[in-house]
């Protein structure tokens, strides 16, 4: 369950302005029905003093996507166009008294319709039409630009964060490096322009990864040993293993080392015992130690 | 007002009965079954009464052919792992576009970090396997095929006898994810050619933290996670007691009740999704009605989001749940009616109400009542309601 604010709630479940506006003289539609939430935002303006004397909406989408409407038309009614223009999504959210960081992209959406609107109010084009190239996810038809002005209005420094606000990245998100490269620029600029410390800056190199041409350390080679060396060798490591396994009734004799292979009898409790391969593999372990180079430890049976 | 549950195939209350079989397991027979001495033989005796009531359930020949595991998931990963290590020179996968994210979440990973080929089978607009195209998919190089018995959303049952044979006939290997449908329909797993089967405690009014897998007598198996020699050496770690138990006697109970599932609680869902289409225009049921679990509906509201309906029934004081997309925190909305193709114009809008046999008539007549306004305030809220006959969706309902 998220974890709205009862603002949220109360405007979800009672929503104020919500419908259609007969006389709008602008209206902003965004969203999709595919992408799980749409707005269209209707306003009356009045022509001698350019303010917004009526909004209505009407939404498609969740809890969060309809409150978000709502607060955006008590936001807008009443203000100047100018005034309207500089609200941003951030104050939808603080309207709301804060929003899951999951559902930001709502208020974005607002202030998306709220543009879209006063376009269409002025006779202008909103940015919509996506060129060929400038979209950059694909999957919910977020564009760069877009991308850029929730960048700059909301300070965002993460790839999950531009996700969080715009949809952008939250589907297939194989665009994640377009993301990265966008929010890198802008990013760049905003700390040219004393907007944000560069420490807090998105940049790529300093993300920290592993590196793609990183170079394989190799653990030190082996002890160079004769081959009667590493048999003594052996032969002094498992005597220091014995007795612990005495202890529990057991035992265990080298019979043989052919290479890397160390062949050892087990007896007494150790045999058939269901712990018996964890035996074999200690012993193994502590052996490879001792003796600095790859051994396997082969069990024979105790009659051969 | 008393709360309306209708998200049993989320998770069901654990039977008081249940609770009651598991407490003395916590603070009086707390020892540890693999003790040799008598705290731990009291345990022992338990765990093998419940084994023997879980095997009851489901049909099975053999009392351990039960290995028990952590959730329904630890045994959906096992299942598949087991697999690719003992069948050895077959490196494929076979499974479906509706499974839980338990099987394709492991099976996308096996191909991204193994080279696996994983070959994913499609469905219906009822949500219904293309068998046609499983049986294409079968060859010398499958190692195991994994098709869930029963869909969690739609509750679409798939026909896991018929397709465990086909597998067996390529040489394959057959898993199923059961967790829907244990306890909910009977089985008879000694019947079958069912290789391996994972199942879940607390979908079946067992506790949560129980899980098991079902390993038919003479598969190969190869644990996922090792250590002590419990469950025969097939699943390292203490068994767990309380819920072993408690999953053993919530067994017992699914069998005493599977007649009442079967006939009453069908009964209250058919009821429910009838009165809905009568009562609300644009929507429509998806899955197979011919073939599917007794509890579950799966109505599709059209032009309106799931999560806000969730909210206003919650209101109402009533629990179900959505495969809309801002519900799981995902932005897609459900892989499963994504797979059937129902259009994003009532995807987003879809509500599954999941029944358990602790359902009433009282309940179906408070959703029937409470749902009309609820759809009817948020279409008067959605742009798209009032233009709805010019976005005549390609989608034929399967139901109506």
Redesign the interface.
């Known amino acids: 369950m998220w974890d709205y604010t009862d603002k949220v709630k109360d405007y979800f479940y009672n929503p104020k302005n919500s419908g259609i506006l007969e006389d709008a003289n602008g209206v902003g539609d965004v969203g999709a029905i595919s992408c799980g939430d749409a707005l269209r935002l209707m306003i009356k303006v009045d022509e001698p003093s350019q303010t917004i004397t009526d909004a209505r909406f009407q939404t498609f989408g969740c809890g969060s996507a309809i409150a978000s409407s709502s607060a955006l038309t008590e936001l807008i009614i009443g203000k100047t166009l100018d005034e309207a223009m500089a609200l941003t999504n951030q104050d939808i959210a603080d309207f709301l008294g804060g929003l899951p960081p999951e559902k930001m992209h709502c208020s974005v959406m607002g202030y998306e319709a709220l543009h879209a609107a006063v376009a269409n109010y002025r006779g202008e084009v909103w940015v919509d039409d996506h060129e060929e190239g400038a979209l950059i996810c694909k999957c919910f038809g977020v564009d760069e630009a877009m991308i850029e002005r929730t960048i700059r209005g909301n300070g965002l420094t993460s790839v999950e964060e531009i996700t969080n606000y715009t949809k952008a990245g939250g589907g297939c998100s194989t665009c994640a490096e377009g993301l990265e490269e966008v929010l890198e620029r802008i990013n760049g600029e905003m700390v040219a322009a004393g907007e944000l410390t560069a420490d807090s800056a998105f940049n790529r190199n300093t993300v920290i990864r592993p590196k793609k041409d990183g170079v394989v350390k190799l653990p030190p080679a082996g002890k160079q040993l004769t081959t009667l060396q590493k048999i003594k060798l052996i032969e002094e490591t498992i005597e220091t293993i014995r007795p612990s396994l005495q202890r529990d009734g057991g035992d265990c004799e080298l019979v043989d080392v052919e290479g890397n292979r160390v062949m050892v009898k087990l007896t007494g409790a150790c045999v058939g015992c269901h712990l018996s391969s964890a035996t074999i593999e200690g012993v193994q372990a502590r052996l490879i130690e001792a003796v600095g180079i790859p051994l396997v430890v082969v069990p024979v049976t105790p009659y051969h | 007002m008393t709360p309306v549950y209708l998200d049993n195939n989320a998770t069901t209350r654990t039977d008081p009965e249940v609770v009651q079989a598991m407490l003395p397991y916590f603070t009086e027979q707390f020892g540890n079954a693999s003790s040799m001495h008598a705290f731990g033989a009291e345990v022992g005796e338990a765990l093998t009464t419940a084994r023997k009531q879980l095997q009851t359930l489901l049909g099975a020949a053999f009392d351990h052919e039960i290995i028990y595991m952590s959730s329904g998931t630890e045994a959906d990963n096992s299942a598949i792992l087991s697999a690719l290590e003992t069948q050895t020179g077959r490196d494929e996968i076979i499974t479906s576009a509706v499974e839980h994210p338990a099987v394709l979440s492991m099976v996308a990973h096996l191909e991204k970090t193994r080279g696996i080929t994983v070959h994913i089978i499609g469905v219906d607009s009822r949500g219904r396997l293309d068998i046609e195209a499983y049986a294409r998919a079968l060859g010398p190089r499958t190692a195991i095929a994994s098709i869930m018995w029963a869909n969690n959303e739609t509750g679409t049952i798939f026909p896991v006898e018929r397709l465990a044979e086909l597998a067996h006939e390529a040489g394959a290997l057959f898993h199923t994810d059961a967790v829907q449908a244990v306890g909910k329909i009977p089985m008879n797993l000694a019947e079958s050619e069912i290789d391996m089967l994972s199942l879940s405690g607390h979908k079946l009014h067992g506790p949560k933290g129980i899980g098991a897998l079902y390993v038919r007598k003479g598969v190969r198996f190869r644990p996922m996670v090792r250590g002590g020699?419990q469950e025969r050496?097939r699943r390292a770690g203490t068994e767990n007691a309380p819920g072993i138990i408690g999953l053993g006697k919530a067994a017992e109970l699914a069998l005493a009740h599977m007649d009442d599932e079967q006939t009453r609680v069908a009964g209250l869902r058919d009821r429910l999704e009838k009165g809905l289409l009568q009562r609300i225009g644009n929507s429509f049921v998806t899955g197979d009605p011919d073939n599917r679990l007794p509890n579950t509906a799966n109505v599709a509201f059209e032009?309106?989001?799931?999560?806000?309906i969730l909210?206003?029934m919650n209101?109402d004081g009533i629990a179900a749940s959505s495969g809309?997309?801002?519900?799981s925190?995902?932005?897609?909305?459900s892989h499963v009616l994504r797979a059937m193709n129902v259009p994003?114009?009532a995807a987003?809008g879809a509500i599954r109400f999941s029944f358990s046999r602790e359902n009433s008539d009282a309940d179906v007549d408070r959703v029937l009542e409470a749902m009309p306004p609820i759809v009817e305030k948020l279409r008067?809220?959605?742009?798209?309601w009032r233009e709805r006959d010019v976005r005549t969706s390609e989608f034929k309902p399967s139901y109506a």
């Open positions: 020699h050496g032009y309106i989001e799931g999560e806000a909210l206003l209101r809309s997309a801002c519900t925190g995902s932005l897609e909305p994003y114009t987003h008067e809220m959605s742009p798209f």
